[in-house]
């Protein structure tokens, strides 16, 4: 077994006991936009296995900006909710870290949400003042995470969802949210300042997931509004402001699921496309090591290396290509995967069928269909029903 990967990481004041990083999956299962048994029940598991660090799935930071009909809201009327989610993790693993992840769905809050649109086309653009009210939501819920016990946020900045939308090129809006890089930056830098000033301790960190090419024209990740061609130059720019911005940790992620998902998540048929979430997480950590910068950085995919994900786990870490391994998938196939990995237990690897997406995407509560009952019989109640 390699060392490194049960070593200890330092983030800014706080330690993670080692670099397992358990990715934001959202289940859907949510109620009323509070946790519900279920879900208390998916984060006590992933306590007990012992991840090192645990992001929550994204937690939407208003009522109109849901990506799925059960999703969570992180607002004053479900802290409650939120602070037994907290105590539920730590009864179970006192040392892991758990931040949360919040989001604004953007053009993806699907129908039963207020639908905006930052690139044109059929859905409402939101005004100015909109976006900075959302600007206001997120460091409301930030400061509502640092309420509820979390260690700290992740700015939800990837994935196609609002974030995203407001960084990319294609963002041309002509007001002070688009156009410039500067402007296109506005929401996150805006946003970071006010929750550095409103969290009650520094030691609460604050980082964002990123896609550092989503696979669209004009996209993050491309040099302009009409490119297609990966271009990194303003993500790693991005990356920089980060760091001045006085940020924490950079999660690095690409693609879009809902359009160019292979990207995002890599199936069977397409894993060798996991090898560019190296490439991202490399270049990203050259850098900051470069510049002598403080990020911390962690990759994601790794669930696309199914039984091998452990030593390809120690080979990044050991060459020095990331500081955390993040797996998404194989949180819901095996959520005890890193105490069975150290205990030489059998690990249920993820067989990267879909399920869980496709799950997700019916707007089902979703988990592992190969190794979870209950979802096996979701899944087959949804093919009855179709
Ligand atoms: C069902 C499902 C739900 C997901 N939910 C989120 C989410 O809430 N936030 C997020 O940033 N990524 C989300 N992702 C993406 C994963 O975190 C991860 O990046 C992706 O699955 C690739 O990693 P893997 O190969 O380890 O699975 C989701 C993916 C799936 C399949
Ligand atoms: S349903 Fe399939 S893709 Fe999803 S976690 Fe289970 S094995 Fe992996």
Same mark, same amino acid.
């Given at each position: 077994?390699?060392?490194?990967?049960?070593?200890?990481?330092? =983030?800014?004041?706080?330690? !993670?006991?080692?670099?397992?990083?358990?990715?934001?999956?959202?289940?859907?299962?949510?109620?009323?936009?509070?946790?519900?048994?279920?879900?208390?029940?998916?984060?006590?598991?992933?306590?007990?296995?012992?991840? /090192?660090?645990?992001?929550?799935?994204?937690? $939407?930071?208003?009522?109109?900006?849901?990506?799925? !009909?059960?999703?969570? =809201?992180?607002?004053?009327?479900?802290?409650?909710?939120?602070?037994?989610?907290?105590?539920?993790?730590?009864?179970?693993?006192?040392?892991?870290?758990?931040?949360?992840?919040?989001?604004?769905?953007?053009?993806?809050?699907?129908?039963?949400?207020?639908?905006?649109?930052?690139?044109?086309?059929?859905?409402?653009?939101?005004?100015?003042?909109?976006?900075?009210?959302?600007?206001?939501?997120?460091?409301?819920?930030?400061?509502?995470?640092?309420?509820?016990?979390?260690?700290?946020?992740?700015?939800?900045?990837?994935?196609?969802?609002?974030?995203?939308?407001?960084?990319?090129?294609?963002?041309?809006?002509?007001?002070?949210?688009?156009?410039?890089?500067?402007?296109?930056?506005?929401?996150?830098?805006?946003?970071?300042?006010?929750?550095?000033?409103?969290?009650?301790?520094?030691?609460?960190?604050?980082?964002?997931?990123? $896609?550092?090419?989503?696979? =669209?024209?004009?996209?993050? /990740?491309?040099?302009?509004?009409?490119? =297609?061609?990966?271009?990194?130059?303003?993500?790693?720019?991005?990356?920089?402001?980060?760091?001045?911005?006085?940020?924490?940790?950079?999660?690095?992620?690409?693609?879009?699921?809902?359009?160019?998902?292979?990207?995002?998540?890599?199936?069977?048929?397409?894993?060798?496309?996991?090898?560019?979430?190296?490439?991202?997480?490399?270049?990203?950590?050259?850098?900051?090591?470069?510049?002598?910068?403080?990020?911390?950085?962690?990759?994601?995919?790794?669930?696309?290396?199914?039984?091998?994900?452990?030593?390809?786990?120690?080979?990044?870490?050991?060459?020095?290509?990331?500081?955390?391994?993040?797996?998404?998938?194989?949180?819901?196939?095996?959520?005890?995967?890193?105490?069975?990995?150290?205990? /030489?237990?059998? !690990?249920?690897?993820?067989?990267?069928? $879909?399920?869980?997406?496709?799950?997700?995407?019916?707007?089902?509560?979703?988990?592992?269909?190969?190794?979870?009952?209950?979802?096996?019989? !979701?899944?087959?109640?949804?093919?009855?029903?179709?």
């Amino acid at each position: 077994m390699n060392d490194m990967v049960f070593s200890p990481l330092t =983030i800014k004041t706080r330690t !993670v006991p080692n670099r397992f990083t358990a990715q934001a999956m959202e289940g859907n299962d949510g109620e009323g936009g509070r946790p519900s048994e279920r879900t208390l029940d998916r984060y006590r598991n992933l306590a007990r296995g012992g991840w /090192g660090l645990v992001i929550s799935e994204a937690l $939407s930071v208003s009522e109109t900006s849901l990506a799925r !009909v059960n999703g969570m =809201i992180l607002n004053k009327k479900n802290l409650d909710g939120f602070k037994a989610l907290v105590e539920v993790f730590r009864n179970e693993n006192p040392t892991g870290l758990l931040f949360f992840q919040l989001t604004h769905s953007g053009e993806r809050s699907g129908d039963f949400s207020e639908r905006v649109n930052l690139s044109g086309g059929e859905c409402r653009r939101l005004s100015s003042e909109e976006i900075d009210g959302i600007k206001n939501s997120f460091v409301e819920a930030a400061l509502l995470a640092e309420e509820a016990g979390a260690d700290g946020i992740d700015f939800k900045l990837c994935h196609g969802y609002l974030g995203a939308e407001m960084l990319r090129p294609s963002n041309t809006r002509n007001d002070r949210w688009g156009g410039s890089f500067e402007n296109r930056c506005r929401f996150l830098r805006e946003g970071v300042g006010a929750i550095k000033q409103g969290r009650r301790s520094e030691a609460f960190i604050l980082g964002s997931r990123l $896609s550092m090419y989503e696979g =669209i024209r004009g996209g993050c /990740g491309t040099g302009g509004p009409d490119e =297609i061609i990966e271009d990194l130059s303003e993500m790693l720019d991005l990356v920089r402001l980060m760091d001045e911005l006085g940020m924490d940790y950079v999660n690095v992620s690409a693609g879009i699921p809902a359009l160019t998902g292979a990207i995002t998540r890599p199936t069977e048929a397409s894993k060798y496309l996991a090898y560019h979430h190296l490439r991202y997480t490399k270049t990203v950590k050259d850098l900051i090591s470069r510049e002598n910068r403080g990020l911390r950085v962690i990759g994601s995919a790794y669930s696309s290396y199914k039984a091998e994900a452990p030593a390809m786990m120690g080979e990044m870490l050991g060459k020095g290509y990331t500081d955390l391994c993040g797996f998404g998938r194989q949180i819901f196939a095996d959520p005890l995967t890193p105490k069975k990995y150290r205990n /030489g237990e059998a !690990v249920s690897w993820c067989v990267l069928c $879909s399920g869980c997406s496709r799950l997700m995407a019916a707007q089902l509560n979703d988990g592992c269909v190969v190794y979870n009952d209950y979802y096996t019989s !979701v899944m087959k109640n949804s093919a009855r029903k179709a």
